[in-house]
């Protein structure tokens, strides 16, 4: 995901050196191209950068003046920049100048690379920039990181912070289009109060914020809420993107946190995903301990246990309605049997 890009690139910003090569790739174009123009901004002086700096565009870059512009040694200044946007259109023998100048930089020359690999592409063109060069990959957002992404990316990037329900809002309403999102965050920030940026401003501003959403109804579920989630499903399934199956992974999941957190709270949850590679869900740790001060350990295996088989159930053609208003109902039933033997 894009983060994780952008954590390095600011310690390369911080610690240097910007000398060598770069290659920046992934499908979030806009935000790729951005933390290039933020390399290629730290590692020229402003004094000099107009002598310094040559921009190339693979759709139009030539072998030739390619080549002329790797060769030039810095004018006043103790290193030079070539960038090459796009690299995916330059032509045969401009991708054999531009991986040669990769492999093996001239002294005082920094060279910047960016290209939307083609999908299923084995070329060995791009395996050359990735080897020859420091590697960043611009990803988009998986769509279970897209809150955690938005909090983050508006803290670190635009100055401020937003609070959950507004990131899930926005998530569901734009989806995992990473350059849109950002895009929605920028606008986002002449809202901010204090620094904070609500769920009430993102109803406002973002358009197609949905009146029910899958983290929200995920986390309904979670707190046992099932009344309010049986009223919310059919809205819920009338979006194109939702289905039983894609709903009951996440309860599957979400619930299986909850058992982590009832057997060693809030910092054995943020432990845990962060070994599973989800560190983009740590803001949820302290929501996943608070839901599970609901449950108990035998409860949970019992609600777990229903929710797999529901799934069986939706991927057998049953619709996905009833499978989901049949689990909700064992839920509450399970809920209600739970709270009378107590």
Request: charged share 30%.
């Amino acid at each position: 995901m894009t983060l994780p890009a952008e954590r390095v690139l600011e310690r390369l910003l911080e610690r240097g050196p910007l000398d060598g090569a770069f290659y920046f790739h992934g499908e979030a174009e806009r935000l790729r191209d951005e933390g290039a123009r933020r390399l290629i901004d730290a590692a020229l002086d402003p004094s000099t950068r107009d002598f310094n700096l040559d921009i190339f565009h693979g759709d139009v870059a030539g072998p030739e003046e390619l080549a002329s512009a790797l060769s030039m040694p810095p004018m006043m200044a103790e290193r030079r920049v070539v960038a090459v946007f796009g690299a995916q259109h330059l032509g045969r023998k401009a991708r054999e100048v531009l991986v040669a100048a990769v492999e093996a930089p001239p002294p005082g020359l920094t060279v910047v690379v960016t290209a939307t690999v083609p999908s299923g592409s084995k070329a060995a063109y791009y395996k050359k920039l990735e080897q020859g060069a420091r590697a960043l990959g611009w990803s988009v957002p998986r769509e279970a990181e897209l809150p955690g992404w938005l909090m983050e990316r508006a803290r670190t990037v635009h100055g401020y912070d937003l609070e959950e329900e507004g990131a899930q809002l926005m998530a569901t309403a734009v989806g995992a289009e990473a350059d849109q999102l950002d895009a929605e965050l920028i606008k986002l920030a002449s809202a901010a109060i204090d620094g904070v940026v609500d769920a009430e401003a993102v109803r406002r501003l973002v358009p197609n914020v949905r009146a029910v959403g899958r983290w929200n109804w995920l986390d309904r579920v979670a707190e046992r809420d099932y009344g309010g989630a049986l009223e919310d499903l059919p809205r819920l399934l009338s979006e194109p993107s939702e289905s039983a199956v894609g709903l009951l992974v996440g309860m599957v999941d979400q619930h299986l946190y909850l058992g982590v957190a009832l057997e060693g709270g809030q910092g054995a949850v943020a432990r845990a995903l962060k070994e599973a590679g989800k560190p983009y869900l740590s803001w949820k740790a302290r929501i996943y301990a608070g839901q599970a001060r609901r449950w108990t350990p035998p409860e949970l295996e019992r609600a777990i246990g229903l929710m797999r088989r529901a799934d069986g159930h939706a991927k057998s053609g049953i619709p996905d309605r009833r499978v989901l208003e049949e689990l909700l109902l064992s839920l509450r039933l399970l809920r209600r049997e739970a709270g009378s033997a107590r």
